[in-house]
């Protein structure tokens, strides 16, 4: 098949599931794929199950999660098999990357590929299949303005996607899923969609809700050891921004005061350019050999408060 047009390929992988096992030894149980030319035409659909090797039994979640049954399971292909089939496609194709939704695909595939390797089997489809996975979470979130993260589900159910059969954690209904909000959000006014903009603030409204509640949480710890009447003077000339940078440092200091209850010494730690900071006592610091890579300051307990107005 001669392809003079340009094609797009959106991808979703499911993988075991469960306890810590399967995090860190994580197998592909299925894979959907759907392609499109670049007016949103779709021109393929894949879908396939695959049978793990080191953990061929599913976990209660995974069963629950994906709707996969143990049947199906074993009587599948070998991932490898089942991502050779993929890797024809997209050559078929000429297509350079298969865009999927969030880190893990990647990191799930990388996990089934040792797990090939540890048991002598061939990782061929595998290996091309991982190395055009594309991430494209974060580039979405960015152009559409999104507060943070926000699952394919929402997203797609917000511009009306409703897989035909089955339900979402499925591999071809996320990845058809992918297709939906990525075609709404380059052909449509995406922003107007009534039932995507209640989404986004509903998001931002808990998003404020949990922020105001973290910063009272950190106002109470940080107020629950009495100012001393410098630190008062002090507080009270500072404006609305540095205000929250100290009582954002004494909440830190006090905490690490708990952690510590023996230590009569401290180290701050200083990460991030400034914006984030670590408090452990200076005997566990002396112990850190990467403290080196940051800007460390050290403070006695009784004198913390004079501490906190040295370094703001």
């Known amino acids: 098949m001669a392809v003079s047009k340009k094609y797009i390929g959106f991808a979703d992988f499911e993988f075991t599931c469960g306890t810590a096992k399967y995090r860190f030894c994580s197998e592909m149980l ?62 078929r194709y000429n297509i350079k990357e298969l865009w999927v939704w969030g880190s893990f695909d990647k990191l799930g595939l990388q996990n089934d590929i040792r797990q090939h390797y540890n ?98 949480k950190r106002r109470e710890i940080a107020f629950s050891i009495k100012l001393s009447e410098e630190e008062k003077v002090f507080y009270d000339n500072l404006d609305d921004k540095r205000k929250k940078r100290f009582i954002y440092i004494r909440c830190k200091i006090i905490r690490a005061f708990e952690r510590y209850p023996q230590a009569n010494e401290f180290a701050y730690i200083v990460i991030e350019n400034s914006k984030k900071i670590k408090i452990i006592s200076k005997e566990k610091a002396d112990s850190k050999q990467y403290l080196s890579m940051f800007d460390v300051k050290y403070f006695e307990k009784e004198n913390f408060g004079t501490f906190i107005i040295g370094i703001l």
């Open 119 to 216: 048991l002598g089997k061939n990782i061929d489809g595998l290996c091309r299949i991982c190395g055009v996975v594309k991430d494209i979470q974060d580039e979405m979130i960015k152009y559409m303005k999104l507060p943070e993260a926000i699952s394919v589900k929402e997203l797609a159910s917000s511009f009306g996607y409703i897989p035909e059969n089955g339900s979402f954690h499925n591999a071809f209904n996320d990845a058809m899923a992918l297709y939906i909000i990525h075609k709404t959000v380059f052909t449509t006014d995406f922003k107007k969609c009534s039932a995507y903009s209640s989404l986004v603030e509903a998001r931002i409204e808990k998003n404020r809700q949990i922020k105001a509640a973290q910063e009272e």
């Open 30 to 91: 299925s894979v959907g794929v759907v392609i499109c030319d670049t007016d949103y035409n779709v021109t393929e659909k894949f879908y396939a199950t695959s049978k793990p090797n080191r953990y061929p039994k599913l976990s209660k979640q995974c069963r629950e999660l994906t709707h996969l049954s143990q049947e199906e399971i074993s009587a599948s292909k070998d991932s490898n098999d089942v991502l050779l089939e993929v890797s024809e496609l997209i050559n």
